[in-house]
């Protein structure tokens, strides 16, 4: 069945019609190609020489028509269809012998432009035929690829990361780079590597997402972004999120991209380096001056810190039992231990982006020392349970013994007589006879010399006024009359 269609001249629009079977005057049609930008393609459209040699018939029209528009019917046509503004050259040719039937069409510095479909049509004898369509696909590479960072909890918080800015992470957080490669037809193929290995990714069906396994753990997705307007070239977006740990600081992340067509010509490729930060982790160390193992009460002690971070800037900082140290502002603390500081904590304090710190129980060796150095008098009568205290303290912790004291010196360091017990606390059942008197706590630690002091059960006793002497005052003038109470164990002040 044959269709008539009325053919309007060159660049004008281009009736939709089936023309007359034209396989008896075809020798060769043109095949659909894709081509790269700024390349030559050439489209096939041969017809039988015998057409252009009739002298009989009328002559023959050929004529090109791109995407339902005519190019014209003569190589003149042709050349002004494929002319541009700053050119005096055409890109459009048909460069072989016409009168042969050659009318090949070539077309240089391929632009998006001359993407479409392609007929070869010709007119005969008041017929119309057409070759077969081919569809051209004019191939774009994408601007070289960008790397861009964001922060995972802010999207809105981006920069741009590359060969001279190190994306930055903290240790134990995720890292999340976009690599953008814009305006490509189709979109570009995105892939990344860490220090020269492909990240394997396990994609889901459709390819847009997938999940990291090596040698960084993490997600990817892929979206294609296409412009509203021709050539509609397309913006291909790769995001990964990887969770950075220390190990990964200095590597190199690198994103290639790869465009259809131009295989053999990539594109060049955008790399970062890691720079993973991590809070600082401290060490003390306590150096005495005197340079013995062992500590003791008096000595100057330096208490110095080392940190480990990045960055390494530190502020340093120290507290004692928690409260911060004034005008302490090196990685070093100088101390004389007095018996005060016995089991204070002190703790220095790296400061970057975070905080690190380490910390020290003061402990050191002082000697023995009784609460109440003075002596004690407990007052008890027969019968009673008896429980006498000789309170002392000391690093080591002393050995107290409780001895009789001898009658026969009085100092209580020369009178310890037979030993009746050990430890802070004396007690009895009952109290005898021949409990009451002086007794002797001596308090012991290795490396010090032993103390002692006296501590005496008296009877319990009435109290007894003394007599007091006249006292002897002039008129308007102060006076002190002395009361001596007699009393075991003397009553409190307000009974008197």
């Known amino acids: 069945l044959a269709f008539i269609c009325i053919i309007l001249y060159a660049l004008t629009n281009v009736p939709k019609c089936l023309g007359i079977d034209g396989s008896d005057f075809f020798i060769q049609h043109p095949i659909s190609q894709s081509v790269t930008l700024n390349s030559t393609f050439i489209l096939a459209c041969r017809l039988k020489e015998s057409l252009f040699q009739d002298k009989g018939s009328g002559k023959p029209i050929v004529q090109w028509i791109l ?153 990817v997705s892929i979206k294609s972004v296409p412009a509203p307007e021709p050539p509609f070239l397309v913006t291909t977006i790769s995001e990964i999120l990887v969770y950075a740990t220390k190990l990964h600081h200095g590597s190199k992340i690198l994103c290639a991209s790869q465009n259809e067509g131009y295989e053999n010509h990539p594109l060049p490729s955008t790399y970062t380096k890691l720079n993973v930060q991590y809070a600082p982790v401290v060490k003390m160390r306590v150096s005495p001056a005197t340079g013995r193992r062992h500590l003791l009460e008096n000595d100057v002690v330096t208490i110095r810190c080392t940190a480990e971070g990045r960055p390494d800037n530190f502020t340093w900082g120290w507290q004692v039992n928690g409260s911060i140290v004034e005008n302490e502002r090196t990685d070093q603390y100088r101390i004389r231990l007095s018996r005060n500081l016995i089991n204070v904590t002190v703790a220095c304090i790296a400061t970057t982006f975070a905080d690190g710190s380490d910390h020290t129980v003061l402990t050191f060796q002082y000697a023995p020392q009784f609460t109440n150095p003075n002596p004690v008098i407990y007052a008890g009568s027969l019968g009673e349970p008896l429980r006498m205290r000789c309170n002392v303290e000391g690093n080591p912790q002393p050995e107290v013994e409780w001895r009789l004291a001898s009658s026969s010196s009085s100092s209580p360091s020369n009178s310890a007589g037979a030993l009746i017990g050990r430890g802070e606390i004396l007690e009895r059942d009952k109290i005898h006879e021949n409990d009451f008197g002086a007794y002797i706590c001596v308090a012991r630690a290795p490396g010090f010399p032993a103390i002692s002091k006296k501590i005496i059960l008296a009877k319990k006793s009435a109290p007894k006024i003394k007599p007091a002497e006249p006292v002897y005052a002039a008129i308007g003038a102060p006076a002190r009359l002395p009361c001596t109470v007699n009393a075991v164990p003397l009553p409190p002040p307000e009974g008197l």
């Open 67 to 219: 995407n339902k528009f005519g190019l014209g019917t003569t190589r003149e046509d042709i050349h002004e269809a494929g002319m541009e503004p700053d050119s005096l050259l055409s890109r459009y040719d048909l460069p072989y012998n016409l009168n042969e039937g050659q009318y090949d069409l070539q077309v240089r510095y391929a632009k998006s432009r001359d993407e479409g479909q392609y007929v070869c049509q010709l007119r005969y004898n008041g017929n119309t035929y057409f070759s077969q369509t081919a569809t051209v696909r004019v191939l774009v590479a994408s601007e070289d690829p960008t790397l861009v960072q964001s922060d995972p909890s802010d999207a809105s918080s981006v920069k741009l990361v590359g060969p001279q800015t190190a994306a930055s992470a903290i240790e134990g957080s995720y890292l999340r780079l976009h690599c953008i490669a814009k305006n490509g037809k189709p979109g570009a193929k995105l892939s990344w590597t860490l220090n020269g290995s492909p990240l394997s990714i396990n994609y889901n069906e459709d390819g847009t997402k997938g999940q990291i396994t090596s040698p960084i753990e993490g997600n």
